[in-house]
């Protein structure tokens, strides 16, 4: 049995170097409040599958990552609603989704007063992928 290197392309890693592992550290070690709560619930696993917080992935760190999914989950504070901010998500989100990534995104704000819905909708994301990926596998 032949091992995927885990930093190249389709990698669980895919291209991170050792400064975005660095900050990701960092990052884990100050969540918010909103990311904190979210991680109490995925921390235990939706739909049976793994999730990473603070996850390197080429020169980006997602929030939140299922690798068996391929699904990123951002929690975006009030920052992220200033323009250049704003822009910025955009780009980054394009390029991800272009390597085959979904990426959904919720407001802290969500996240701390609507985390049922936040929990729903994430299951309904998992559900999709892994049926496509089933679909896409048996044809």
């Known amino acids: 049995m032949t091992l995927k290197n885990p930093y190249k392309q389709g990698g669980i ?25 979210l991680w109490m619930y995925l921390k235990n696993k939706i739909g049976g599958l793994k999730f990473r917080r603070q996850h390197p992935i080429g020169v980006y760190i997602a929030d939140f990552y299922c690798h068996k999914a391929k699904l990123i989950i951002e929690i975006d504070s009030s920052i992220h609603d200033l ?4 822009q910025k998500d955009e780009i980054r989100q394009k390029e991800l989704e272009g390597w085959g990534y979904e ?3 919720f407001s802290n704000e969500q996240v701390l ?8 909708t994430i299951e309904k994301a998992i559900a999709k992928k892994i049926f496509t990926k089933q679909q896409n596998t048996s044809s």
């Open 83 to 86: 323009p250049g901010i704003r």
């Open 113 to 120: 007063t609507q985390i049922e819905t936040v929990l729903e």
């Open 13 to 37: 890693f895919e291209g991170a170097s050792h400064l975005i592992f660095q900050s990701a550290k960092e990052l884990r070690e100050n969540m918010t409040a909103g990311e904190t709560i």
């Open 103 to 105: 990426v959904i995104r």
